[in-house]
């Protein structure tokens, strides 16, 4: 019995006619339409188009510009994996092997939980203000705080309590620090007072307001000027500025009284002089000539208050 010769592989019309490959078992899907390289020749069984499996490996086997990309690639890996078993070095001079590290992932990454993490916000830490009451005022400028400490404003002065616009200065200074004061403490004077910038709850300055409503005076600015410069030229403009506060004058102080002296009635020319009523001038007089007594005012001349109790003749 003879074998059926079995037809090579190639390009052959099907039973519809239309040229497709037969790959020596089997056709193909590959068609001379949707074959993607053209062909050289005719579309018959002796056709020159390639096989598909033929070409493709020809062109790839030409691209040496791919086949270089990858030689380099496994250059760059090889050279990876070599520095990762290799040993580095601390500053400290040990050794440190290099350990596996996710590039997608931070350095501090965890495991992700259930609930998120939250983290603890920190707030910065304020200073801490000591807000101090008026406990004893001496006047405008100076007074005993909730500390025990006497305190003193510092480069302006105002006018003492029996000086006019004394008490409207003092009565300014109680109500500005009515609901407390910081001071600012810089110096100190020769009576132990602290020396400061004194400043309400608000921040208003009680140095500055009291210079800009006219019930301060620059007597010592110039003169301690250099222990606070920056208070000292804000005093500049404030004084500047300044109102003429309607100050009171202040009350007159109290004369005593002197006792009036008693008045005397000059003695008539024809009467005894330090006798009441008048008795008359003669050498000599006695009580029976004057019949009635007498006060005796002076010297008694006449002798008629026997008994020294100021009446005579009586």
Known sequence: MTERPQTPPGWYPDARGELRYWDGATWTDYTARNYPYPSTGGHASGSRISAPGARSRKRWSRRWEFWLVAACAVALGLNAIDMAASPTTNDDGTAQTAAAVDPTQPADHTEPTDEPTQTPETKPTAAKVTVLFMTDQKDGDSWVASDGKEYRLGLVNTPEMNEQCGPEAATFTRKFLSKGFTA?????????????????????????????????????????????????????????????????????????????PRKTKAPSSNCMSGYSPCLPIVGDLDCGEIGHPVTVTGSDPYRLDADGDGIGCD
């Open 184 to 260: 600012d403490a810089y110096s100190s004077d020769t009576h132990g007072r602290v020396v400061a910038e004194v400043r309400d709850k608000r921040g208003r300055s009680l140095n500055v307001s009291l210079a800009k409503n006219g019930l301060g005076d620059a007597r010592y600015l110039e003169e301690f000027r250099h222990e606070n410069a920056d208070l000292g030229r804000r005093l500049d403009r404030a004084f500047a500025s300044a109102s003429r506060p309607a100050c009171r004058k202040p009350a007159a102080k109290p004369v005593p009284l002197a006792p009036k």
